[in-house]
Nanobody, 122 residues
């Protein structure tokens, strides 16, 4: 059974940091790109960052460049999102997702986690 499980969300003050984790199982991790998406109330789900497992290339939305860092631990089938200098507009439910290639759109993604809430207070 394919599973993606996010953890690490919470409440943080503006300027603070959080690290999200995504644990993957049930599929060949090395064959997939893993992305982080987020969805705020009343807004569409948007791509935040993606890492291509084949060569560890990374991609970021303009809104998070320089603040967020995506990384992976091959041995543990884990992907992380280090979020620094958090802003209230980063508040959303964050999801990890898997696809055969990186995309900042939701279309290519076959597998999704259940999401973890990130709330940034001003």
């Amino acid at each position: 059974e394919v599973q993606l499980v996010e953890s690490g969300g919470g409440l943080v003050q503006a300027g603070g940091s959080l690290r999200l984790s995504c644990a993957a199982s049930g599929f060949t991790f090395d064959d997939y790109a893993i992305a982080w998406f987020r969805q705020a109330p009343g807004k569409e789900r948007e791509g935040v960052s993606c890492i291509t497992r084949l060569d560890n290339s990374t991609h970021y939305a303009d809104s998070v460049k320089g603040r967020f860092t995506i990384s992976s631990d091959n041995a543990k089938n884990m992907v992380y999102l280090q979020m620094n200098s958090l802003k209230p507009e980063d508040t959303a439910v964050y999801y990890c997702a898997a696809a055969y290639y990186c995309s900042m759109g939701v279309g290519p993604y076959d597998y999704w986690g259940q999401g973890t809430q990130v709330t940034v207070s001003s």
